[in-house]
């Protein structure tokens, strides 16, 4: 009778995630936010908005919030809600597309290479090290530099940043998790490589790499609102955060409405995903689990 062999993965881990996490003050809030955003983001990618995000109305130029235009309007008499409901799915776009790739591609690095070992794990590593040498903003400025500025320029640029940080995370457990026993057994057994690697050691490495995909995404939107701030991310007349505020620049004293609501936009935003991410460490975490209140 084959012997069946079960890597030291809690089966039942991933099931009561929710409640664990809603039991966590910082997971409740972070969800919260992170939900609310997620709305918006959809809400804004369907087009469904108070106003045209891009309708010029000039005599309502600058209008303060009011009644008919709850955050008010820029310069040219666009609504600026519409404009943020606009600007959050342009940053979820960049966020998710940016993070799943560094994700993927860290993953994979960072897994081959930590349970390769030898000269394949140093030299992977040592171009890791490369990158995380240069300053990010910087290496997303490069990036984009050559590439022109745009949506998916910015998002591959976050990507590069970000995979470094990915395969750091992912090789760490894979080189304690490979010497332990039901590796050692699984590969006496004669099972292919890839199979070990995928199917018993890679599932060792999902908790850490679930808390760093919540942290990178706030990151990757505070970069994307940094890039297109300096002109170099989504561009005019498509609407972003830090596009809006690099517009408010000249006019913040007569219209501060301008500059408040995105600026707190990419306050809560950067805070809900930082929130849920310090949760979910706390809920994956075994050691940390006495903190969840």
Not at 67 to 92: K, P, V
């Amino acid at each position: 009778m084959p012997v069946k062999i079960e890597p030291p993965v809690e089966r039942r881990r991933g099931q009561g995630l929710l409640p664990r996490l809603l039991r966590n003050r910082s997971g409740t809030v972070g969800l919260a936010l992170v939900t609310f955003y997620l709305l918006v983001g959809l809400f804004g990618l369907l087009g469904i908005t108070p106003r045209p995000s891009l309708e010029q109305v000039p005599r309502d130029r600058l209008k303060p919030p009011s009644e008919q235009y709850w955050m008010g309007t820029d310069i040219f008499g666009r609504d600026i809600a519409s404009r943020l409901m606009e600007g959050a799915a342009n940053s979820l776009q960049v966020a998710l597309l940016s993070v799943a790739t560094a994700t993927l591609a860290g993953t994979l690095i960072g897994t081959t290479a930590g349970y390769v070992g030898g000269r394949f794990d140093n030299l992977l590593m040592r171009v890791m090290d490369v990158f995380f040498a240069l300053p990010a903003l910087l290496l997303a400025l490069l990036v984009v530099t050559v590439l022109g500025p745009g949506l998916y320029s910015t998002a591959f640029a976050i990507a590069v940043v970000y995979t470094p940080i990915f395969a750091r995370v992912a090789r760490a457990p894979v080189l304690s998790v490979k010497e332990m026993e039901f590796v050692t057994a699984t590969r006496a057994l004669g099972l292919p490589e890839a199979r070990i690697l995928a199917r018993h050691v890679l599932p060792n490495t999902l908790a850490p790499l679930i808390v760093q995909v919540s942290l990178a995404l706030s990151w990757a939107l505070l970069t994307e609102a940094g890039l297109s701030f300096l002109g170099l991310g989504t561009q005019p007349p498509q609407a972003s955060w830090g596009v809006m505020l690099s517009e408010s620049r000249g006019i913040a004293e007569l219209a501060p409405w301008l500059m408040i609501f995105p600026g707190v936009a990419i306050m809560l935003g950067v805070l809900g995903w930082n929130l849920l991410g310090d949760g979910l460490r706390d809920v994956l975490d075994p050691r940390l689990r006495g903190r969840e209140s």
